[in-house]
């Protein structure tokens, strides 16, 4: 089986579990990637990745800022 490279957006509320309408908003604000062709928009798998790694590297940040200021 061939390795999905973009999904549509309701394929990826089934890989990546965001509310429907956070996921629209974070791709509105480009938070994550994503293109149209036609009227068919798709999100690149990278783009998920990306986003998920951001929010790890935000977390360990204030993490590391909470131990910092304790």
Known sequence: MAEVIAYRPGEALEVFPLGR??????????EIA???VGRARFIPRQSLIDFMEKQ???ERGQES???DKG
């Open 65 to 67: 800022l909470a131990r």
């Open 56 to 58: 790890l590297a935000e």
């Open 34 to 36: 994503s293109f149209r």
């Open 21 to 30: 309408s956070l996921l629209y908003e974070k791709l509105r604000t480009g």
